[in-house]
Nanobody
């Protein structure tokens, strides 16, 4: 069974930066496209960024140019570098494989952007 553990969230002021990490276990990580997703109360989880096995990336329009997704297959880890954070980036952030069936969701990591 695949386990996903997200970390790196916290409270940051508008304009600040955070780097999220997601460690996966129980799978051949390098075979899968990976994504970061976020969710706020009362809203559906939305895609933030995706990365293919070869490193090609795709971003939601709302984060394009501010966020960068990367992966380290040797560490079974995917990262999300978040710069120029805005209040509307406040959410719980999750990682998972792209496509179906999804792996079981981790606990996520809370990102709060506030002055």
């Amino acid at each position: 069974q695949v386990q996903l553990v997200e970390s790196g969230g916290g409270l940051v002021q508008p304009g600040g930066s955070l780097r999220l990490s997601c460690a996966a276990s129980g799978t051949i990580f390098s075979l899968f496209f990976m994504g970061w997703y976020r969710q706020t109360p009362g809203k559906q989880r939305e895609m933030v960024a995706e990365i293919t096995s070869s490193g090609r990336t795709n971003y939601a329009d709302s984060v394009e140019g501010r966020f960068t997704i990367s992966r380290d297959d040797a560490k079974n880890t995917v990262y999300l570098q978040m710069n120029s954070l805005k209040a509307e980036d406040t959410a719980v952030y999750y990682c998972n494989r792209v496509g179906t069936p999804r792996w079981s969701w981790g606990q996520g990591t809370q990102v709060t952007v506030s002055s």
